[in-house]
């Protein structure tokens, strides 16, 4: 499986760049990690339309140049959501 390709869907995902520092992104994240029961990962279909849309309109997505139809933007956001968990847990291993 490629760098940011989709579990779900198998899809290529575009890069997605995610802020961590970002102070209006922090409480979307953890709103939709809230959701999250067990060892589930966390799905944009779990999460409310509202929070979907204000965490697409503070990530960036890169354009490509041949775009795969099928990533739907639900799955870039879970991209999104992947990043800043990756990024918070190396940001407190090397600040701890």
């Not at 990690?33 to 965490?55: H, N, Y």
């Amino acid at each position: 499986m490629q760098p940011n390709e989709s579990l779900e869907s198998h899809a290529i995902l575009p890069p997605v760049q995610v802020d961590i520092s970002d102070t209006a992104l922090r409480p979307m994240i953890a709103a939709i990690l809230s959701k999250k029961s067990g060892r589930r990962p966390v799905r944009a279909k779990d999460v409310s339309q509202a929070i979907l849309e204000g965490v697409r309109s503070r990530i960036t997505v890169q354009r490509c140049s041949a775009p795969d139809l099928s990533v739907t933007p639900e799955c870039i956001v879970e991209d999104a959501i992947q990043q800043f968990q990756e990024a918070r847990l190396l940001q407190d291993y090397f600040h701890t």
